[in-house]
């Protein structure tokens, strides 16, 4: 089975560029010119250097002990929280920024939803001392200030987004809308695998760094390449793109991908496309999206602003129709709780994002002792007002009592938490300030 | 014979084609507009079908749009009041739309509605050139719908020539590399695009359109095509003060006048 996209552009029936001719030019030049830049010797030589040097990459694949014997599993974490601006976003950011050079574009575009793509963007465009537009919802301004401040610190311009719903959808129409007005001088750099081709191809091939890695670095802690299961969030799907990359062609590796279920499908408040979803186009992409009965495109919800988005890259949605990977979904009380239980095991503050890979351990069905591997996105200190509200939420409840499956002794693990049973919620907020700048 | 063929047979200057949105500025007054149009010399008229994510649109029609879709535009709606239009209305109506939401519909059934009510012809700014002449070609042209493909500043001579073959009515020359009533008015480098391209000597008409605005922009840009297209304009107009009636002859007069 061939996972790849066809010279066409699609996935399947998934892909493909549907943009208005105003768009058609750079698309087409983009598409030309690709693949053949990033095979050339000098881009494949700097984008190396700088994942290991700037980024920090390989980034570690870290046995979970607790994890492991909490579940009785054996659970890695593929850490790209521990990136330079703590997600995997770098990866693609970083390869796009050399790509734009090549292309001899001097003017960045970009959007974001939690401020995490923005960032990454940010900071490749300082470097490279490229001027740097992001588009921005204005609610996701008004509730990610510090990543706003961060970008424009790095010298961008954020640019609050008013049309819509004021959110990630909202901003990747406004980017598109820029790109249109000026075509010459402009690079789109898209965060996710969605989007015209070639971006959904591009991005993964940037991305899927990660899945290299986990290969040589499962082959040196565990004997095999081969772990029996690999678990991402998706919401465009790009760390999950990067993350299964190398192993599509691995038919014994189980793939899974946690979508975002906001507050539960029945409610209708969800961000679970794959579920809720139809086939449709957005941002120039035939794909599965949230769609009314009259093609109108449907606002998502998830607690994460990062998987806050109706659709889904048109790579997963053909893994999906030719059953490659299975889909779970994660509610945000879900992944707030899988949350809690990384950083209480671990000490490891996961993105809320991340949260809904972690969930799926209590979620799936897994052989005992299988090597589950979580592609741990990114890091949780843009998090810490959700996480805190969590918490005096639940100041009532143990929330790690929960017994996993196949788990006898799973209370042992329990012991020592505190946590929250009393009166006074835990006061975390010292820890998000370690991650401030 | 289709109405847009008719059209540019009887008339090949200073064409003028209005654009606005299904459902704005009220609920119900969209055949109202399109009579109105007709009765104050439009020569041909572009029905927006209002889409939750118009890619290719400035703010005046993604505001109509939006309005448009919280008063209940819907595709279907659309087509239901349009079922006896062509009890009064002579000129040729064009759909203009977004290709989920025709996606949505069902291509065929779209097009089996369209010639049910005579609808002429279809602008869908997102579908391109290429999944229209392998996957809708036939469909279109069994039901008798003229689909209208864009060409802007950027477009080469090769593709030109490619529009050129698979348009069946005329050619939408968007002005400058722009999104809808982003900009007004027309700069050199337009200028000699719509040159270079009335140099060519397209065998299918060519309408000019985005950043038409007023009498000025309409005669510039018919000097060099067969007319143009106005669209965030008359939507700003349709806001104005007074009666429906009254706010369209205002803005056709000092269009036309």
């Not at chain 1, 050079?101 to 990454?120: F, M, N, P, S």
């Not at chain 1, 949350?339 to 809904?356: D, K, Q, V, Y």
Request: contains cysteine.
């Amino acid at each position: 089975m061939d996972y790849q996209v066809n010279n066409n552009g699609y996935y399947g029936k998934f892909g493909g560029a549907f943009v208005p001719e105003m768009l058609y030019p750079n698309v087409k030049h983009l598409e030309a010119n690709y693949l053949k830049i990033m095979q050339s010797a000098s881009f494949k030589n700097e984008f190396t250097e700088l994942l290991k040097h700037y980024v920090g990459r390989p980034s570690p694949l870290y046995f979970s002990n607790r994890l492991s014997e909490r579940y009785q599993l054996n659970v890695y974490l593929k850490r790209e929280d521990l990136n330079h601006t703590g997600s995997h976003k770098i990866n693609n950011t970083i390869g796009q920024i050399l790509m734009a050079r090549h292309l001899g574009k001097k003017r960045i575009i970009a959007e974001t939803g939690a401020g995490q793509h923005g960032v990454a963007t940010a900071t490749v465009c300082a470097r490279e001392g490229l001027e740097c537009i992001v588009f921005m919802g204005a609610t996701d301004v008004a509730r990610q200030q510090p990543n706003v401040e961060k970008m424009e610190m790095l010298g961008a311009t954020v640019i609050p987004v008013q049309s819509g719903n004021k959110t990630l959808k909202d901003a990747t129409n406004e980017a598109i809308r820029d790109w249109i007005n000026h075509p010459d001088e402009t690079h789109y750099i898209i965060g996710s695998v969605v989007g015209p081709h070639p971006y959904p191809d591009m991005v993964a091939r940037f991305q899927s760094v990660i899945s290299a890695e986990m290969k040589t670095q499962l082959r040196e802690q565990t004997g095999s390449p081969l772990p029996d299961t690999i678990i991402a969030c998706v919401g465009g799907g790009s760390n999950a793109a990067g993350a299964f990359y190398h192993y599509l062609n691995e038919p014994k590796v189980r793939l899974i991908a946690v979508e975002a279920d906001g507050k539960g499908l029945e409610t209708g408040q969800t961000a679970a496309t794959i579920a809720a979803g139809s086939v449709g186009i957005i941002h120039g992409s035939m794909t599965l999206l949230m769609q009314t009965n009259d093609g109108q495109i449907i606002e998502p919800y998830s607690l994460s602003a990062g998987l806050d988005y109706p659709g889904i890259g048109p790579l997963h949605a053909h893994l999906y129709d030719a059953k490659r990977v299975e889909f779970l979904r994660a509610t945000d009380n879900e992944a707030l709780e899988a949350a809690f239980e990384l950083t209480r095991f671990e000490g490891i503050i996961p993105a809320l994002e991340s949260a809904h890979a972690l969930a799926a351990l209590k979620k799936g069905t897994f052989k005992p002792n299988e090597t589950v591997v979580i592609n741990l996105s990114g890091r949780g200190d843009k998090d810490m007002e959700a996480y805190r509200n969590f918490m005096k939420s639940q100041k009532d409840k143990n929330l790690l009592l929960h017994k996993p499956i196949s788990n006898p002794n799973a209370e042992v693990y329990t012991r020592g938490f505190s946590f929250p049973n009393n009166s006074q919620p835990l006061d975390l907020s010292p820890m998000g300030g370690l991650f401030v700048p | 014979m289709n109405r847009i063929n008719e059209l540019f047979q009887s008339k090949n200057k200073n064409i003028l084609s209005v654009y606005f949105t299904a459902g704005y500025p009220e609920a119900e007054t969209t055949v109202e507009i399109i009579k109105e149009l007709e009765a104050n010399g439009a020569d041909m008229i572009e029905i927006g079908i209002p889409f939750s994510d118009p890619l290719a649109d400035g703010p005046v029609i993604q505001q109509s749009s939006q309005q448009a879709l919280a008063q209940g535009m819907s595709l279907k709606k659309l087509l239901s009041e349009l079922t006896s239009i062509r009890q009064n209305v002579k000129i040729p109506l064009l759909l203009m739309g977004y290709f989920n939401v025709i996606l949505h519909f069902g291509v065929e059934n779209f097009c089996k509605a369209l010639e049910k009510i005579g609808i002429d012809g279809v602008i869908i700014p997102d579908l391109p050139l290429e999944v229209y002449e392998n996957s809708y070609a036939k469909l279109f042209q069994k039901h008798g719908i003229i689909p209208v493909f864009l060409i802007t500043p950027g477009t080469d001579e090769t593709r030109i020539r490619k529009t050129e073959t698979l348009s069946k009515g005329f050619i939408y020359m968007v002005s400058s590399a722009s999104t809808t009533g982003t900009k007004s008015g027309f700069d050199h480098s337009s200028i000699d695009y719509f040159k270079r391209i009335a140099g060519m000597s397209l065998k299918v008409p060519v309408l000019t359109g985005f950043g038409i605005s007023n009498k000025s922009t309409f005669e510039q840009a018919s000097q060099y095509s067969s007319g143009a297209i106005v669209g965030s304009a008359f939507i700003k107009a349709l806001d104005k003060p007074g009666s429906l009636s009254e706010r369209i002859q205002g803005f056709m007069r000092q269009l036309r006048n």
